[in-house]
Every structure is written in C-alpha cells, then in structure tokens.
C-alpha cells in the first residue's frame, strides 16, 4: 500500500491566505449590501451564475443579516417563511427557493425602473467623496457643449478650487441675499456647516440657448431640483465599494477625524436615497462613469 505523501507546507501557506482572503472578500461583500453600495438582487445573481464567486459561497443567514434593518429574529422568520435552510449557501439555492427569495427581495428592496424619456436638465449627486467633482470636471473638459453649473458655497475653497470655476465662494452675507432676491435655483446646508446653492440665471440661460445643463449637486439640492423641474434627469453616482468610499475620503486628506467621520455617517443617509433617482452609476473609471451621465442627456439621443 502506497504512503500518502505529505501536503508540501507551501501548499498549506497558498491555501491560508486563500481563506483569508476569500474572509476579507466576503466581509467587505457585507458592507456593500448594509450600506446600500450594491443591491441584494445583484448579489444573488452573480452567486446564481458562479456559485463558486464571493457571493455564492455567502450563507443566506449572512446575507440576510447584512441587509438594512434585518435583525436575527426577523432573518429566521424570513427563512422559515420561505423554506429556506440556515446551512445554505446562496449559490446552492434551489430554483424554488431563489424563486421566493427573489420575490421576497423585490418587495423589501425595490430596483430603480429608470424613467423613460431624456431632458436637457441632468442633475448629478451622490455620497461624499463618490468623485462627483472629478466626474463633473471630466464632462467640463470633453464635453463643451454641455453647460457645468457652478454652484455658490459659503464654504472655504479647498487647495486648487479657483472661484468662479470650482464654486463661488460668497460670504454667508451675498448667501442670503441670494436667496431673498430668490437668484438660486436650489440651496441647502451640507454636512451641517456650509451652505450650497445653484444660480439660477446661468441655467435658464443655457436651457434657452439650446443647451444640456449638468448641475453636481448635494442630496437636499437634487431633491428641489425634482419639486422644481419634475423633468430633468436625477443621476445618484455609486463607489464601486463602501471601502473604496471610505478610502477616497481618507485619501483625500482635506478634513480630520471628526469631520471624516460626520461624512461618511451623512454618506450613509445619502447612500439609503439612491432609490429617489432616475439611474444610477458607478463611478469606478471616472471616464467611463462621465460617458454613461453624458449618454443619459437628451442631446445625446439625437
């Protein structure tokens, strides 16, 4: 009879930072879905079509778990409703029992039916840090024949920020004002300290002449926007992941500890709203995300 050899200790060293990683993988899977970075109807069906990925070898009690507001009793009752084993994998779900976990998910956790239709008035928002900016500052520079609103802030401007390109920079003073001579189109306290507003002479002048506008804007403003203009175009901008969110704002190193954490706290309200808007896009490639919001322009449809 034939010695079974021993595994090499290279092998075993390959396999444990598999497992590790495949951990890491699955926990920062978690917090995609309890932050609202990606929906569950996504996540079960990639681990429907792979059930080897990271999301098929997801327990369903894990799943559930991280989904907004699902508690441990409220997931056993879920599972007990819907004939689903707590051992299950989610890419080991029988047709049936995807079938009724599928439904279930529609109901709880409706997905955007973009609208039909394109308007010349494209309103661009989303958590802080997502690179709304940058995404804006893209479609300035390759697209001139879209109109970039530049909105007026009480804020300081951060290092690089010219006045009159990045923002207005106004005294609380001319804010007021602004808003008394009724000049904005919208405005809002962001992050419970700057106020920010959108003239609104430049926008209806652009619209006049024929023009798409393109308005980057915070939660609140886009908000107005849509009792104000119930036509124009609302487009909520995603990171590709909460970690990479998380990552950008560090990285941005524009504001301390306490302030970080007052955003990423706000971007998680603001991530909970994505279901306000009209599209939705991940900016993961900043020009690839800039063509996707110039192609929901009615400009672009002709």
Known sequence: MAEARPVPEVDRAAAARKAVERRRARAALKRDLTMRV?????????????????EGSMRITDFLLALPAIGAGKRDRILDDLGISPVKRLGGLGVRQRAALTRWLDERFPVIEPRGGR??????AGPTAVGKGTVAAYIREHN?????????TTRAPR?????????FFVDDAEF?????AGELLEYAVVHNRSRYGTPRAP???????????????????????????PSATLIFLLPPSWDELVQRLVGRGTEGPEERARRLRTAK?????????DH????????AAAAEVVELSSSSAR
Request: glycine share 4%.
């Open 38 to 54: 990606t929906t569950p109807q996504t996540v079960l069906a990639r681990a429907t079509a792979d059930p080897d990925s990271v």
């Open 119 to 124: 308007s010349r008035l494209l309103v661009l």
């Open 144 to 152: 001139p024949e879209i109109h970039l609103s530049v909105s007026a």
């Open 159 to 167: 290092p690089g920020e010219v006045d009159g390109v990045h923002y």
């Open 176 to 180: 007021d004002r602004l808003i008394d």
């Open 203 to 229: 926008i209806d002048a652009a619209l006049a002449a024929g023009k798409t506008v393109l308005l980057e804007i915070d939660l609140q403003g886009a908000r107005q926007v849509r009792k104000a203009e």
């Open 269 to 277: 309200v603001e991530l909970a709203a994505q279901n306000e808007f």
């Open 280 to 287: 939705l896009v991940v900016n993961e490639d900043v020009a």
